[in-house]
């Protein structure tokens, strides 16, 4: 199975800066790497795709990079609303695999 | 508008059995692949089974492999989780969610859609 290692596990910031997540696969991914957003009580919304697709709808403070092994999530600006659990997700192999999480705050 | 909706989710004892179910609509359904993933309480999201837009092809989690069966019904618009021998270990939200369009590695794909999930709470 290949492992997803997320870092950090939670962070604070502040309204406006900016948030990079990181998440290391255990091996080479080429790029189906996908994020999601996870707010409480709400079911997870995909936010990024294959590396670095925007889902439709989803605002363009969200972005994603990275290929092979290594991959970053990054917020440019961090807003209120973005207060939740993100999870990076690979799909280029069976099972499916998840990154532990990264919860963020509002300082 | 996409929607997923869960049930079947109950409190039943370690050995039960107890199957969900997803119904979909705002999408032509045999069109994709679809999973279930789960999210036990405190913990992280894990991926449990797919199917792919015919139910033709499926895959398992280790963990839950020939305990649970996935299947679908596109005449229904609904897919479905037989699950058996229940463990303590099961206890989690069970959601499904919408994968890729076939013939581009329909359930091997991003997790575009989910639903709310549906409790399974496996207690003695």
């Known amino acids: 199975d290949t492992q997803m290692t997320q870092s950090p596990p939670s962070l604070s910031a502040s309204v406006g800066d900016r948030v990079t997540i990181t998440c290391q696969a255990s091996?080479?991914?080429?790029?189906?790497v996908n994020w999601y957003q996870r707010k409480s009580g709400k079911a997870p919304k995909l936010l990024i795709y294959?590396?670095?697709n925007l889902q439709t709808g989803v605002p363009s403070r969200f972005s994603g990079s990275g290929s092979g092994a290594d991959f970053s999530f990054t917020i440019s600006s961090l807003q209120p609303e973005d207060v939740a659990t993100y999870y990076c997700q690979q799909h280029d192999n069976f099972p499916l695999t998840f990154g532990g999480g990264t919860t963020v705050e509002i300082k | 508008e996409v929607q997923l909706v869960e049930s079947g989710g109950s409190v039943i004892r370690p050995g039960g059995s107890l199957r969900l179910s997803c119904a979909v609509s705002?999408?032509?359904?045999?069109?994709?692949?679809m999973s279930w993933v789960r999210q036990a309480p405190g913990r992280g999201l894990e991926w449990v089974s797919g199917?792919?837009?015919?139910?033709?092809?499926?895959n398992y989690a280790d963990s839950v492999k020939g305990r649970f069966t996935v299947s679908r019904d596109n005449a229904k618009n609904s897919l479905y989780l037989q699950m058996n021998s229940l463990r303590v270990e099961d206890t989690a939200f069970y959601h499904c969610a919408r994968g890729g369009h076939k013939g581009h590695y329909d359930f091997l794909n991003a997790l575009f859609h989910w639903g709310q999930g549906t409790l399974v709470t496996v207690s003695s």
């Open positions: 199917i792919n837009w015919n139910g033709e092809n499926t």
């Open positions: 091996q080479d991914i080429s790029k189906y």
């Open positions: 705002g999408f032509t359904f045999d069109d994709y692949g």
């Open positions: 294959d590396g670095s």
